[in-house]
């Protein structure tokens, strides 16, 4: 006999298997709940937010105030500062120390001697760690562990590497203007004194003097017209050569007192601290949402049980 299977079917059929499928449901949802509890590892969350600082505020021209912007300078960085922070904090020089530094290998009970270990404790640790962005265009670096403490010294130490990975790629480009300072006095000195060894030589050779007139001016003397008018013009280059020998070396020295400014380059809103109570399982959220499988995937097999004896019935 021909049956049309739907929707009264299906409900009649429920109706008969409620039963089966209600002490099945029950069943999967002490079983969650036990495994919940003493399978499932807890894992806290720690978590840091801060804001990168302008880093031009160290610059040794915002130091000694030697140029003008015209504006408002910012404390805080951009999104270009933001970004950079955020490759920092996701680069392998940092999740490789952080693996290193807190043992993660045998914290997460990884064997070293099996194939792909590295890729598989440095997968199990991004797993559990996060660098964003927040809404308010702050960075936030968090991370899940089942050791509180263990996770808020994590987040702390990623903090603290990301500050000064992003310090020394600043202090590098501060360095290489230094050397190209350093190297530029070096040469103009050199110029200096060949200036003063030539003006040396000429006074001697044609008697030239000089003097300093009331004024405050200098006044050259000689008997060779020419020698004295090319005098006054190497004269005149080596005050120009020294004036900027002079400014070289105040840009240096500058430089010097903003190299030595070792302030963190980022503000911290609020640092990582060990939570008190677990972030997951919610074992409550476990435990419904295996019920409402198990309750769905017993209403499906009991429908595809009714189909197969009916077929059967009618072969």
Known sequence: ??????????????????????????????????????????????????????????????????????????????????????SIANSAPVIEYIIDSFKLVEHYKIDNTAKYWKTKVRKKFEKNFKAIKTERDAVEISVYDTDPQLASNMVNTIVEKTDELNKQHI??????????????????????????????SMSQQYNIKVSTGTDGSVIVNGNDFKAVQLYKAILKKQENALKELNNRMNIKEQM??????????????ESAFPADRREKPVRSLVVIVTMLITAFVSVLGV?????????????
């Open 1 to 86: 006999m021909d049956k049309e299977f739907n929707l009264i079917t299906v409900i009649k059929t429920i109706l008969n298997w409620k039963k089966p499928i209600i002490v099945l449901t029950l069943v999967s949802g002490v079983a969650a709940a036990l495994f919940s509890v003493f399978v499932m590892d807890e894992y806290y969350l720690s978590w840091s937010t801060f804001y990168p600082t302008n880093q031009y505020l160290s610059d040794r021209s915002m130091i000694f105030n030697t140029e003008n912007s015209g504006g408002q300078i910012d404390y805080f960085g951009g999104k270009a500062d933001v970004n950079r922070i955020l």
């Open 171 to 200: 202090a590098q480009s501060k360095q290489d203007v230094y050397e190209l300072i350093a190297g530029q006095i070096e040469e103009q000195q050199q110029k200096v004194n060949g200036f003063v060894d030539t003006l040396a």
């Open 256 to 269: 010097e007192v903003a190299m030595k400014s070792n302030s963190s380059s980022l503000f911290i809103v």
């Open 303 to 315: 429908l595809l049980i009714e189909q197969f004896r009916e077929i059967k019935e009618q072969l």
